[in-house]
Nanobody, 116 residues
Framework: QVQVVESGGGLVQPGGSLRLSCAAT????????MGWHRQSPGKERELVAA????????DYPDSVKGRFSISRDRIKSTIYLQMNNLKPEDTAVYYC?????????WGQGTQVTVSS
């Protein structure tokens, strides 16, 4: 069955860096998109970045532009989110999304906490 699993979250100090990983397994579609969303308490889930199997990316929102970068390993159906110069407002649960033609799949999330 399709599985989407995130990893790499944790506690970091402001200005630090993390790299999140998301592996999607159980599907063989040649065309797909994967992305990162985040959700903080009391806020709606927001898109951080997305990328297709061909490497096409969305624009980054201003809140993360210049600090976050998405990439993918096409062979492994894995995406990464490199997060640099982290700020306390980046604290959230980060969710990985797999978008297929048929439906979307979501991971369970990985917690990122930025605090001194």
């Amino acid at each position: 069955q399709v599985q989407v699993v995130e990893s790499g979250g944790g506690l970091v100090q402001p200005g630090g860096s993390l790299r999140l990983s998301c592996a999607a397994t159980g599907f063989t579609f040649a065309s797909y998109a994967m992305g990162w969303h985040r959700q903080s308490p009391g806020k709606e889930r927001e898109l951080v970045a997305a990328i297709t199997n061909t490497g096409i990316t969305t624009d980054y929102p201003d809140s993360v532009k210049g600090r976050f970068s998405i990439s993918r390993d096409r062979i492994k159906s894995t995406i990464y989110l490199q997060m640099n110069n982290l700020k306390p407002e980046d604290t959230a649960v980060y969710y990985c999304q797999l978008r297929l033609l048929s439906r979307d799949y979501w991971g369970q999330g990985t917690q990122v906490t930025v605090s001194s």
